[in-house]
């Protein structure tokens, strides 16, 4: 992924548990992405997504 973004935000983003983030980057090819501390990225960069529980 290359850039870091926020690091205030990147810091409390583990505290939460389990979290998804939903974003959207032109600049990346796979849509969903697992981090290490257990938070899902989705990028919906132009995509329509319906969540459901």
Known sequence: MGRRGSASIREALP???ELLVVCGHAHWETPLVSLPSGVQ???VDSRAVL???
């Open 15 to 17: 505290a939460q548990g």
């Open 41 to 43: 990225v989705l990028n």
């Open 51 to 53: 969540l459901t529980r």
